[in-house]
């Protein structure tokens, strides 16, 4: 803070500096315009503050207004535990409804489950090495590296990558749940290290030395003590790391691809996700209704499907962020050095 | 062997108390829990995973009832892949045609023409949506995956594409302003910019044109509703339209949007914007209404159906089986609108699967058919094949083998 | 329970465990390296074609992409990283200074009770999927937005970049930088508010004793504290702003131009947005095509990164 406390020194004198040579005490008390001034510049300042964070907070709100007003238009229970077969155009269904989203709830917790599953153990066991095994070496400091790269790669590219992957290992044409997992995991895999590497880094070193001096192993350690004090930590940064891919549309339209009834097979078949499912009815945008039918044909059902769909999605995502947090919350370390 | 319970007393001496003793009781518990949760909850899914099928509405099934072939039920998973512009018409497909074969899964993803044929060429998918017929190339290539003989194409979907514009006090719903297609090319190549333009006035003496600039809005996506287009301005207005026919929009004007969606958004967020897009999706914007003749046609199936029937089928296209419409855009067909896109549908005459060959014949057969196009007319806006254009396609549909 | 039993018995049981451990651990940690040699290694399999192949067959791709503009992979590919970079700078250079700002006035001058409830909401804000702010943009905000670029456009023309007539719609590099900067604006915020709160206290107290005003603390104490944090934020907000698809390619209207006309439509386009347009229609070429470019995308991210955190340790150090 030194450099701080110079640069302080050097704004109150700055006037000053010209006429150095004579030392005038005097000078350095505040002359009244001069405090006026400091404190139209903090009332300026705070007001400008304040100001941005009004303009900021007016599109965020608006986008969550649009999404809830057009949302819960549409969403109801049908809405919830039927799939798009069978529906025709913009004419109800024999249940009432107009399809549903049940398949793409499915889809998006198997894929993103998927996801989870190769993510969390590679990611835990990244993060035991950096900072347990090789805190501060060198090859440790590479990987940190890559993992700070890995966390930059755009998901549209971790898409091309499952789809190269799967095109040249398995053979083209390729669609399942699964592929569109790797691609998530991809993007989830440096969250995950990054989360777990801050809570490895908190867990007090008392306690790795006591059980070092108790005789335990150094992998007993870390099982037993040190994953287990971070615990809650590293699930709530699980939990966070879902929140971030279980939204994503990019890579999964070229992975796991597209259907209107439900797949629970994670491994064969197309699967539809939620974001997919919004971003597909968003393209058609409308439907005809045939000159016979009955008053209950919607032709802009496929927005309000979209809307409804986005709603869900935003739930989701807000209830798993809110579980992260009470974990995080609830089970916190509360040793603190 | 010291061991880290929290129960046993004696482990907890060693230790800051705060962390362990509350912690890991609670996390074993809560594990257990969560491990519960989770197995219920894959077993929900599963349970889920049967019902949620929406049976087939009784207005659409008697309508898919009535084409009840005397053909055996088929049964089985089939997957089809391809152009989005088909999207509402197979949805619409395959609920009728599953209310009659009610043991058949089919699923349709609308990844694009250019995806769909890639993945058919692969041998993933039945059957290939796509609005650009098969190229020599790919004929060739389709040898490998079909059990013998190639890949042939077959126009299923044909739907007209309009010209929509935005512009206050002359536009709404069955609005129409009338062009040639000399002053359609002008404006999309940017050469006409202003709404009050001489070559529009005069078309439309009784409207009262704003002077108001001319915003161009055209798909930003490769895509074959402006490769149809396109073709159709090229071939009216050749001096107007020089460049090279693509499925991507070629030149610098005006704004670029993606997909249908895109461009019927774009068009109806501004004053004095221009577009063109699948007419089913036009709702309260104005259409032009297209010159053909001496007569200005504004877009409907039925003036669609009529340039088809007016164009002669492609005999360049090489492989056999192959039904390709080379759309006579210049026709002066009384009532027709020749601004239309052709989507087909790519199989092959054999498959590897018997099954798989029944259910393409099966298929196509229903879709052809006089229900299948009144169901895509009803839902989709599209229109309906005529019966000499229906009568070409059963005869390569018939050379499916199904042994 | 009763494996555990059985290793309790044996005394010094966890030698072999150990070493395995470690080499499991060290494994996942070479992982890392092995995955991002393997993005690297099938992309540029799958691009192979475009590189060795038929290069007559690639011109005739690259121009039924482009409707003739380019005819090689660099005419291509560089206007399209050129408007990556371009849209993602401008919506950092808009994120940067709203999210410092809603940070200071979460951690600083809002009372308690207020800071936790707009800490939350900015949190959830971070995790509201892309394709979502895409449809918000393109329905809502793209109208809503017109009058003010064409003010900007009428009054500000003179400068270069907002050279006018504004685009209407508004579908330019200028809308889609400010929904970007939506995007990025939670992210940025959450971690610079936690940089800040983290402040120690003690420094704060010292400034505000030497009768420093609000504004001067924060100068003095604040914001050097967080700098580094905060450098390493936007960074974190650029990558996710490069990347991003599915919002852009939702409203930008697209063109291939070294411009910086970012209130007209049809200049820029970014590259992830254009492997996402292109895709579906493009043939097994055209894909090796799209994912070359999406390599370059790869490339660039990489760059972005490295620099960022040789700024961090700098900044830092």
Not at chain 2, 15 to 27: K, Q
Not at chain 2, 355 to 360: E, G, H, I, Y
Not at chain 3, 66 to 85: R, S
Not at chain 3, 240 to 253: F, Y
Request: charged share 15%; net charge neutral; with cysteine.
């Amino acid at each position: 803070m030194m450099s701080a406390s110079q640069e302080y020194a050097q704004a109150a004198g700055e006037s000053l500096m010209k006429d150095a040579p004579v030392i005038d005490f005097d000078k350095f008390q505040p002359t009244r315009s001069m405090i006026a001034r400091r404190k139209r510049k903090d009332v300026a300042m705070g007001a400008l503050i304040s100001v941005a964070f009004i303009v900021a907070l007016i599109p965020l709100f608006s986008v969550l207004w649009t999404t809830i007003a057009n949302g819960v238009k549409r969403l109801n229970l049908n809405f919830l535990s039927y799939n798009m077969s069978g529906v025709i155009g913009g004419q109800p269904t024999a249940s009432g409804g107009y399809g549903g989203i049940q398949h793409a709830i499915i889809g998006t917790l198997e894929i993103t489950f998927g996801a989870l599953v190769i993510s969390v153990p590679i990611g835990i066991m990244c993060s035991v090495f950096l900072i347990e095994y090789s805190r501060g070496g060198k090859f440790a400091k590479a990987i940190g590296l890559l993992v700070d790269v890995m966390s930059g790669v755009p998901s549209i590219v971790a898409g091309l990558f499952a789809f190269s992957m799967f095109t040249i290992l398995v053979g083209p044409g390729t669609f399942n749940g699964f592929e569109g997992s790797v691609a998530l995991s991809l993007l989830m895999i440096p969250t995950v290290v990054k989360s777990s590497e801050e809570m490895l880094k908190i867990v007090p070193n008392d306690l790795r030395e006591a059980s070092y001096a108790l005789g335990v192993t150094k992998q007993r350690t870390i099982t037993k003590i040190v994953l287990r004090t971070a615990l809650p930590g590293i699930v709530s940064g699980v939990i966070l790391a879902i929140a971030r891919v279980v939204g994503e549309t990019a890579p999964l339209l070229m992975t796991a691809g597209y259907i209107s009834t439900t797949n629970v097979n994670l491994f064969s078949g197309q699967m539809t996700t939620l974001p997919v499912y919004v971003y597909q009815e968003y393209s058609k945008l409308k439907v005809a209704c045939p000159a016979h039918a009955s008053a209950a044909c919607v032709t802009d059902i496929p927005m309000q499907r979209a809307w409804a769909a986005a709603l869900v999605l935003i739930v989701i995502v807000l209830i798993l962020n809110l579980i992260g947090r009470l974990v995080a919350r609830v089970f916190a370390v509360k040793a603190e050095r | 062997m010291f061991m880290m319970r929290g129960g046993s007393p004696e482990a907890q001496g060693g230790f800051p108390p705060d962390v362990i003793s509350e912690g890991f009781e609670d996390m074993r518990k809560n594990l257990l829990v969560r491990s519960i949760a989770a197995v219920s909850g894959v077993a929900m899914l599963a349970a889920l995973g049967a019902c949620g099928n929406n049976e087939p509405a009784s207005g659409s099934s008697n309508a898919a009832g009535k084409s009840a072939s005397s053909a055996e039920k088929i049964s089985g998973e089939f997957q089809g892949a391809g152009a989005s512009s088909q999207q509402s018409a197979v949805e619409a497909w395959i609920a009728s045609y599953q209310a009659q074969n009610p043991d058949a899964k089919i699923s349709y993803n609308p990844s694009g023409s250019g995806a769909g044929v890639s993945t058919f060429l692969t041998g993933a998918t039945a059957w290939a949506g796509s609005d650009a017929s098969l190229s020599d190339d790919e004929v060739q290539q389709s040898s490998k995956v079909c059990a013998s003989g190639t890949a042939f194409d077959v126009p299923v979907y044909i739907s007209p594409i309009a010209i929509v514009f935005n512009l206050k006090g002359v536009s709404g719903k069955d609005k129409h302003l009338n062009l040639d297609g000399e002053t359609i090319a002008k404006i999309f190549d940017g050469k006409i910019t202003k709404w009050n333009d001489d070559a529009i006035k005069q078309q439309n003496p009784k409207v009262d044109l704003p002077d108001t600039a001319i915003t161009v809005v055209h798909r930003s996506d490769k895509s074959g509703t402006t490769k149809n287009f396109l073709s159709y301005v090229k071939d009216v207005a050749p001096d107007n339209w020089s460049y090279d026919l693509s499925e991507n929009w070629p030149n610098e004007v005006g704004q670029g949007a993606k997909g249908t969606d895109g461009v019927i958004n774009t068009v109806s967020q501004a004053d004095g914007t221009i577009g063109y897009a699948d007419a089913s999706k036009a709702g309260d914007l104005g259409t032009v209404a297209v010159k053909v003749g001496e007569k200005y046609v504004p877009y409907s199936a039925e003036a669609a159906a009529k340039v088809v029937d007016a164009s002669p089928l492609d005999d360049t296209a090489k492989g056999d089986n192959r039904v390709v419409v080379k759309l006579d855009h210049a026709t002066k067909a009384d009532g027709a609108y020749p601004v239309v896109l052709v989507s087909y549908d790519v199989v092959c005459p054999t498959y590897k699967d018997a099954n798989t060959a029944k259910f393409v014949k099966s298929w196509l057969t229903y879709v052809i058919s006089e229900d299948g196009q009144q169901v895509a007319a009803d839902n989709a806006g599209s229109a309906p094949m005529s019966d000499t254009l229906r009568a070409k396609v059963t005869k390569s549909i018939d050379a499916i083998e199904t042994k | 329970m009763s494996s555990e039993k059985s290793t309790l018995d044996q005394p010094v049981g966890g030698k072999s465990a150990d070493k395995i451990f470690k080499w499991i651990a060290f494994a996942c940690g070479a992982l890392i390296l092995v995955v991002l040699a393997a993005v690297f290694l099938f992309l540029f399999f799958r691009a192979w074609p475009l590189i060795g192949g038929d290069q007559n067959a690639n011109r005739a791709t690259i121009e039924s992409f482009t409707g003739g503009k380019a005819h090689n992979f660099w005419q291509y590919v560089g206007p399209l990283a050129f408007g990556t970079v371009l849209v993602a700078a401008l919506a950092l250079l808009i994120a940067f200074f709203v999210s410092v700002g809603i940070a200071l006035f979460i951690s600083q001058y809002a009372p308690k009770g207020l800071a936790t409830a707009l800490s939350m909401i900015v949190d959830l804000l971070a995790a509201i999927p892309s394709v979502i702010y895409g449809l918000w943009g393109g329905i809502v905000l793209v109208p809503a937005i017109y009058p003010f670029w064409n003010w900007v456009a009428k009054y500000l023309g003179w400068i270069p970049l907002f050279k006018g007539p504004a685009a209407n719609p508004a579908r330019t590099v200028a809308t889609v930088a400010v929904v970007l900067a939506v995007m990025i604006l939670p992210i940025i915020t959450s971690m610079a508010r936690d940089v800040y709160l983290q402040t120690p206290r003690l420094q704060q107290e010292a400034a505000l004793a030497l009768g420093a005003t609000k504004w001067e603390m924060i100068k003095l104490a604040v914001l050097p504290f967080g700098k580094s944090g905060v450098v390493s934020a936007s960074m974190l907000g650029l990558g996710r702003a490069l990347g991003e698809t599915m919002a852009v390619l939702m409203i930008l209207s697209p063109g291939l131009h070294y411009s910086f006309k970012i209130l007209q439509a049809s200049q820029n386009q970014t590259i992830a947005a254009n492997i996402a347009a292109q895709y579906p229609e493009a043939n097994s070429l055209g894909v090796s095509t799209l994912i070359a470019t999406g390599l370059v995308l790869f490339l660039i991210t990489f760059i972005v990164n490295f620099i960022a955190r040789k700024i961090t340790q700098k900044v830092s150090a």
